[in-house]
């Protein structure tokens, strides 16, 4: 537990002062983080012999990166992603060893995590970016302790034993809840700053980004059973990979970000 604190204390830490510094330190923070969990992707694929085209996803985050901090929009987002799927085929083409399995891990990879976290580096030089982190961190973070927390005291009946054995519906359902307060504090957290959002888009948001950073967390875990591994690497130590600690936020952020540009425009 006590490394486990620890190795909590020093991510976050790490992410404050890469986030708060600078648009470029936050596109170069999020770039090393999808790189990370491409390159857990790809080793944790050898276990059952299947061996992706890594270079692909790479390059594809490399680019993404580049693109963001050029603030290249979202016709350069997507011609980027065409590509990085054309060239994840045509890996199966070139190389006997990756072949059609291959490709399609490649391309999976591509899509999940890669193309989560270049949403998230376009989404990190957006206006709205503090709002989004902030509220689609904060919601994750306490829908996880109070879904465990929850879990622990009342959780009986399963969510998908064959997935996330530990999930339980009543875990589910208090880290669900535990949003609606979450959204009501940090709407008076940010009231006196320029980035306030009202109240009913912050307890929207932090109820429809901690719902899909349950499912996130569920995604992860359907991969992780498939491929047979209890965590991706050993990089946090006590945490698992950076794949392990990203898997809620790459369907939070997001989310969170859809529902704060929507209200703008509703406004």
């Not at 034993?161 to 809840?177: A, D, Q, Y």
């Not at 320029?194 to 109240?199: G, M, N, R, S, V």
Request: positive net charge.
């Amino acid at each position: 537990m006590k490394t486990r604190v620890t190795s909590a204390i020093v991510l976050v830490a790490i992410t404050l002062v890469c986030v708060l510094l600078s648009p470029v330190t936050r596109i170069l923070y999020f770039a090393v983080a999808g790189l990370c969990c491409a390159y857990e992707y790809s080793r944790a694929l050898e276990k059952i012999e299947v061996y992706c085209c890594a270079w692909v996803m790479y390059v594809y985050v490399t680019a993404q990166a580049v693109l963001s901090l050029f603030h290249a929009g979202p016709v350069g987002l997507i011609a980027c992603f065409c590509a990085a799927v054309f060239l994840a085929l045509f890996s199966g083409i070139l190389h006997k060893k990756v072949s059609g399995s291959g490709a399609l891990y490649t391309l999976a990879g591509v899509a999940y995590p890669c193309f989560l976290f270049s949403l998230i580096m376009a989404i990190s030089v957006h206006p709205l970016w503090a709002q989004t982190l902030i509220l689609a961190t904060a919601s994750s973070s306490i829908c996880d302790s109070a879904a465990l927390l929850g879990g622990m005291r009342w959780g009986k009946h399963k969510v998908a034993p064959l997935v996330s054995p530990h999930k339980t519906i009543e875990g589910c359902v208090c880290g669900f809840l535990s949003s609606i307060p979450t959204g009501i504090l940090f709407y008076f957290i940010l009231r006196p700053y320029a980035i306030a959002t009202p109240l009913i888009v912050c307890v929207i948001t932090c109820v429809l980004a901690s719902s899909m950073g349950q499912l996130g967390d569920l995604a992860e875990s359907l991969i992780k059973r498939y491929i047979g591994v209890k965590d991706f690497s050993n990089l946090i130590p006590g945490h698992g990979g950076m794949f392990d600690r990203a898997d809620s936020l790459l369907f939070a952020i997001p989310t969170a970000f859809l529902c704060i540009y929507i209200s703008t425009l509703i406004a």
